[in-house]
C-alpha cells in the first residue's frame, strides 16, 4: 500500500534561519505529492503540489522537487518567519484516486524571533 | 465563500452516548471527505463521497462508526455508542472532481 513518512520533529530554528523537512514516499504507481500546512485551531491548507517526476512545487517561499529516483519530497524555506510556525504535512494521492490523500506524520515547525 | 463548515466545533460527551459530527462542503464540490486527527496515528481517511455516494469506508474504524451524505450539501458522521479512544479531531474535506481539497475547521471530540 502507499504510505508517507517524515521527518521526526518538532523542528525549532530561529527567525530568518533554513528550514528543511524531508519526506519520502511508497506507493504502487505515479503518485501527486502535497504539503499542507495546519496552522493552530484550524483545518489544513494545500501548500504546493508537484504532480509528476522533477516537478517543483512552490508558494510562499516554500520549494518541493519531486525526486522519482529517491522518493522524496522535501519541503524547503530559504528564511523562515514565526509566521511560518505551525504543523506540516506531506501527502501523496495516486494519479486513479479521485484525490484521496494518504498523509505523514506531520512536523511541527516552531520559529523563535 | 464560506469555505467547508463543520459542526460542533468541540463536543465533550461521556463513553458510551451517540455522537453526531455535521459538515458541509463548498457548494458545488462533488467530493467529500472525512477524516480523523490523533497524535498517535496522525491524519487518517475515514470514508469519501463522491455525489453523495459512499466511494470508499475502508478506513472506517469498526461498526460504531457511520457517514451519510442525504444530499449535496450536508453530511454527517455518526459515533455510537463512543468510547474514549474516539477522542480526536475530526475533519471534513471537500474538493471538485477529485481535485484540492479544502478543510474545514474540524471538531474536537472528547469522550470522557
Known amino acids: 500500500g502507499n504510505s508517507v513518512t517524515q521527518m521526526e520533529g518538532p523542528v525549532t530554528l530561529s527567525e530568518e534561519a533554513f528550514l528543511t523537512i524531508n519526506c519520502t514516499y511508497t506507493?504502487?504507481?505515479?503518485?501527486?505529492l502535497f504539503w499542507y500546512v495546519q496552522y493552530p485551531g484550524e483545518g489544513l491548507q494545500l501548500l504546493l503540489k508537484?504532480?509528476?517526476?522533477?516537478d517543483k512545487g512552490s508558494n510562499k517561499g516554500f520549494e518541493a522537487t519531486y525526486r522519482k529516483e529517491t522518493t522524496s519530497f522535501h519541503l524547503e524555506k530559504g528564511s523562515v518567519q514565526v509566521s511560518d510556525s505551525a504543523v506540516y504535512f506531506c501527502a501523496l494521492s495516486e494519479s486513479d484516486s479521485y484525490g484521496k490523500l494518504t498523509f505523514g506524520q506531520g512536523t511541527i515547525l516552531t520559529v523563535h524571533p | 465563500d464560506a469555505g467547508v463548515i463543520q459542526s460542533p466545533r468541540h463536543e465533550v460527551t461521556e463513553m458510551g452516548q451517540e455522537v453526531t459530527l455535521r459538515c458541509k462542503p463548498i457548494s458545488g464540490h462533488d467530493y467529500l471527505f472525512w477524516y480523523r486527527q490523533t497524535m498517535m496515528r496522525g491524519l487518517e481517511l475515514l470514508i469519501y463521497f463522491n455525489n453523495n455516494v459512499p466511494i470508499d469506508d475502508s478506513g472506517m474504524p469498526e461498526d460504531r462508526f457511520s457517514a451519510k451524505m442525504p444530499n449535496a450539501s450536508f453530511s454527517t458522521l455518526k459515533i455510537q455508542p463512543s468510547e474514549p479512544r474516539d477522542s480526536a479531531v475530526y475533519f471534513c474535506?471537500?474538493?471538485?472532481?477529485?481535485?484540492?481539497?479544502?478543510f474545514g475547521p474540524g471538531t474536537r471530540l472528547t469522550v470522557t
Open positions: 474535506a471537500s474538493s471538485l472532481k477529485g481535485s484540492k481539497q479544502y
Open positions: 508537484a504532480t509528476k517526476a522533477d
Open positions: 506507493a504502487t504507481g505515479y503518485p501527486s
